[in-house]
């Protein structure tokens, strides 16, 4: 009866090796348009099929998304444990030349692009940026906004002081206050 365990242990043990497991890739190509990218499956070095590529979340109306580039190191996972079936289900931070990771503190959500622009949430409610923002549509903020980084270079716009030329040719400050809603 021991044998006969035995044989049926050493055949779920084989059936399980041929279920598929998460691999890692590195991206080749990318396609945009139907968001699927082609990955060199490590360590075996077999090029993929076109890919779908799992949104980094999403919901109803909405995902946030990544275009992927060459180089890139992803993980590729088979649906339902079927090698067949592979889906790019994340992306692995490799550096690349003298690239490191930047130390995001606990609690924190960056988006950070190697040209130094970054959209940082930060754990004190603030959230930060650099870059150039091109925005269309409206755009409404409650609370003062401000120009400027601080200081006498800051300049609000709800209630802001300038220079006016005046009438001897010098220059006199000048208030100046938001204009109310509808006008």
């Given at each position: 009866?021991?044998?006969?365990?035995?044989?049926?242990?050493?055949?779920?043990?084989q059936?399980?090796?041929?279920?598929g497991q998460?691999?890692?890739?590195?991206v080749?190509?990318?396609?945009?348009?139907?968001?699927?990218?082609?990955?060199?499956?490590?360590?075996?070095?077999?090029?993929?099929?076109?890919?779908?590529?799992?949104?980094?979340?999403?919901?109803?109306?909405?995902?946030l998304?990544?275009?992927?580039?060459?180089?890139?190191?992803?993980s590729?996972?088979?649906?339902?444990?079927?090698p067949?079936?592979?889906?790019?289900t994340g992306?692995?931070?490799?550096?690349?030349?003298?690239?490191?990771?930047?130390?995001?503190?606990?609690?924190e959500?960056w988006?950070?692009?190697?040209?130094g622009?970054f959209?940082?949430?930060?754990?004190?409610?603030?959230?930060?940026s650099?870059?150039?923002?091109?925005?269309?549509?409206?755009?409404?903020?409650?609370?003062e906004?401000?120009?400027?980084?601080?200081?006498?270079?800051?300049?609000?716009?709800?209630?802001?002081?300038?220079?006016?030329?005046?009438?001897?040719?010098?220059?006199?400050?000048?208030?100046?206050?938001?204009?109310?809603?509808?006008?």
């Amino acid at each position: 009866m021991n044998d006969l365990r035995n044989v049926f242990r050493r055949l779920a043990g084989q059936m399980d090796m041929q279920v598929g497991q998460m691999r890692k890739g590195i991206v080749e190509s990318y396609n945009p348009n139907n968001y699927t990218a082609r990955v060199t499956i490590q360590p075996d070095g077999n090029l993929s099929g076109w890919l779908p590529i799992r949104a980094v979340t999403g919901g109803n109306g909405w995902g946030l998304v990544v275009g992927l580039v060459p180089g890139m190191q992803v993980s590729v996972e088979p649906q339902e444990g079927d090698p067949g079936n592979l889906e790019i289900t994340g992306i692995i931070f490799s550096p690349q030349g003298n690239v490191t990771a930047p130390a995001v503190p606990a609690g924190e959500i960056w988006v950070v692009h190697q040209t130094g622009s970054f959209f940082k949430m930060l754990t004190d409610g603030t959230i930060a940026s650099q870059g150039t923002w091109n925005h269309t549509g409206n755009f409404q903020a409650t609370g003062e906004v401000y120009r400027g980084y601080g200081g006498a270079d800051q300049v609000g716009l709800g209630t802001h002081t300038h220079n006016q030329p005046d009438d001897s040719g010098g220059n006199t400050e000048h208030t100046t206050d938001a204009p109310n809603a509808g006008t």
